[in-house]
């Protein structure tokens, strides 16, 4: 396997992570050489871990704690109780930037270019939180926000929390049904939103759909509009009135650690939405610790890495000012006007981690483009890609634009734990093909069906003990029943996070696909990454997704293979067939291949076996998802026509 990183000599002198090493060296007495000592020492001694990141990034809390780790049992863990914190204080206490360094970058195709100094940002959260107490927003109530990814969802939301209310939000590509779906759950008493925006060249209305999220949410006490675009809403208050008229003092409501922070959702491909509760304190540790140790951001460094306000990567881009580096926030078409945006905007705004998602970075490089010759990258020290398994070709094509003073850091890990349960770090090697290994606290492993760990064979990414940012629950689920059911059914006390893994003896690993979407044929597993990686360097395909149907008699059942064709190919299946069996191995060669328009995906860019392997079962679409959580919208509809093809 091609090595693309070593890390420096002196890695332990310029590293974020090198520095945190040396000072829990002094403080444990203990001595670690490397990462996986370090790591095992964060899984094995949680308190002494968790404790030494407290420390290490000065967490203040009004009260003192009365144990790191009171209760370890999962689910239910308890942690740092008797602690009383705010992340919005944490986030807005600038200690190693100037006040009118800049903090925000807001780059739109709906309007100019909105930049914030670090200054203005915290009065424009002092102002927006002393407008929602002005309408009776008190801890524990929930604002949502049908909002873009622009710099005034930030302030309402750090405002939000800087007054112990709950937050959550949803894009406004997203229609009224899917937001429905999702905030009432939470009973919501403050609604923000826009009328509508620009996506590329094209003017979004959204009017409508906010009638009917208002006309479905009747706990509603409020609704705010953040003017955005060139039509306005009725009956609303405005958002820049709102501001303008409220009070200029900040203050911040003392919660508890496990306090509800946000809420996410789960994608709802697959049933109602999950709500997904995270903890300032939990939240406030991992991207702490994921930021500055994973991510090596500090004061100086800007980060860049497109996002919906319905990914949890939008929480993870604003955590970066709890490290005083700075993000660029972008609304709009990231691939327009062309496929080379992204590139252009890091040069233009002197980004120093880019990140990506897998499908970029291959469509880049399959499109021929050169973003290290074309535009000025030099502060770029670390892209980051996450979303999906991005292949081996991937990262070599990035070493090569890049160079070796480029870390490829890719992870995998999602909205459950809001951050990267497998990733690198600049003091782990990176081999082409494989994330580096588990994070810091994270005991992942990868266990077989009899809940054995494994190594050199795929198996269930577990999760064997607690870390902060578990989720302290779903919202509504009172009992934890569909909280239990969902990460603890099969193996209790023990996370199960659905995801198809291979380790190998060194630590690093492998994501081979979601486990429900893995495919069993002939008794042997297999993962649907590894058929992407190889038809996708096929020149005449363009996308592809494989689906397994079983035989309920036992029998091999049958591999069905979908495909997009570029642009004027032709489809061998004897040369697809022929790479696959060379490639993987004869059980790996489909029995039916079918030319599609597009493959299904959702937002963020997963492709989705599981719905089409459920339509191809015969389930109507309505039951298997919602258009509004597809990319794009119609692209489920011919596999539908197929299974009535099939007589499904």
């Not at 000072?23 to 007495?29: F, P, R, V």
């Not at 009992?479 to 996070?497: A, I, K, L, M, N």
């Amino acid at each position: 396997m091609t090595s693309l990183w070593t890390p420096p000599a002196d890695w332990r002198d310029i590293t974020r992570i090198g520095q945190f090493l040396q000072l829990a060296e002094a403080g444990t007495g203990r001595t670690f050489a490397n990462y996986d000592e370090l790591w095992r020492w964060s899984v094995d001694e949680p308190d002494e871990f968790w404790a030494s990141i407290w420390d290490h990034f000065n967490v203040r809390s009004d009260t003192g704690y009365d144990a790191v780790l009171a209760d370890a049992a999962m689910p239910g863990a308890c942690w740092f109780p008797g602690a009383r914190i705010n992340y919005a204080r944490h986030l807005l206490d600038f200690r190693g930037v100037t006040a009118e360094d800049t903090a925000v970058i807001g780059v739109s195709q709906t309007r100019p270019q909105l930049d914030l100094t670090f200054a203005e940002l915290i009065q424009q959260v002092a102002r927006a939180r002393n407008a929602l107490a002005a309408l009776g927003v008190r801890r524990g109530d929930r604002v949502v926000a049908y909002l873009p990814n622009i710099p005034e969802t930030l302030v309402a939301f750090l405002a939000t929390a800087s007054l112990g209310a709950v937050w959550a939000s949803c894009a406004p590509e997203f229609g009224a049904r899917s937001v429905l779906e999702r905030f009432r759950q939470l009973e919501p008493t403050v609604l923000l939103t826009v009328s509508g925006y620009v996506y590329g060249a094209k003017t979004v209305e959204r009017r409508a759909e906010v009638e009917a999220i208002r006309a479905g949410l009747p706990s509603l006490w409020h609704t705010i509009e953040v003017e955005y675009g060139p039509e306005r809403l009725s009956n609303t208050l405005s958002w820049t009135s709102l501001l303008d008229e409220a009070e200029s003092g900040m203050d911040f409501e003392p919660v508890p650690f496990d306090h509800p922070l946000f809420v996410l959702f789960s994608s709802g491909t697959t049933g109602q939405p999950k709500a997904i509760v995270h903890s300032h304190g939990g939240i406030l540790l991992e991207h702490l610790k994921n930021h500055a140790l994973s991510w090596d951001l500090g004061p100086g460094d800007r980060l860049l890495w497109f996002s919906t306000t319905a990914w949890m990567m939008w929480n993870a881009l604003v955590s970066a000012l709890l490290l005083d580096a700075s993000i660029v926030m972008i609304d709009g078409n990231p691939m327009h006007p062309g496929l080379d945006f992204q590139w252009r905007l890091a040069e233009e705004t002197e980004t120093t981690f880019l990140g990506a998602s897998p499908g970029f970075l291959m469509a880049t490089r399959k499109a021929g483009l050169q973003p290290a010759k074309e535009f000025d990258l030099s502060r770029v020290r670390q892209i980051g890609a996450a979303g999906s398994p991005l292949p081996a070709e991937g990262y070599e094509w990035v070493d090569e634009q890049f160079g070796p003073d480029v870390l490829l850091n890719v992870g995998s890990g999602g909205t459950d734990v809001c951050s990267g349960i497998v990733q690198g770090s600049p003091i782990q090697p990176v081999l082409a093909g494989e994330i580096s290994g588990p994070s810091l606290g994270f005991d992942a492993q990868a266990w077989d069906d009899e809940g054995h760990p494994v190594v050199g064979e795929l198996g269930e990414l577990v999760i064997t003990r607690p870390v902060p940012s578990m989720p302290i629950g779903f919202w509504g689920d009172k009992s934890g029943e569909r909280y239990r059911s969902t990460y603890f059914d099969r193996w209790p006390g023990v996370w199960r996070h659905g995801d198809w893994i291979r380790f190998a003896e060194s630590g690093s690993c492998v994501i081979a696909g979601r486990a429900d979407a893995t495919l069993n044929r002939g008794g042997v597993r297999l993962g649907t990454a590894e058929f992407y990686r190889v038809l996708e360097e096929l020149p005449e395909v363009d996308d592809s997704l494989v689906v397994h149907l079983e035989d309920p008699q036992g029998g091999n059942g049958e591999l069905l293979l979908f495909v997009v064709l570029a642009e004027g190919a032709e489809f061998d299946e004897r040369t697809a067939a022929r790479a696959l069996r060379e490639a993987l191995s004869p059980r790996h060669v489909p029995d039916t291949v079918v030319a599609v328009r597009a493959i299904p995906r959702n937002r963020t860019g997963k492709k989705l076996e599981l719905p089409v392997k459920r339509i191809l079962q015969g389930r109507p679409l309505d039951e298997v998802a919602s258009k509004d959580v597809l990319a794009d919208a119609d692209s489920l509809d011919a596999f539908v026509e197929y299974a009535r093809s099939r007589g499904l």
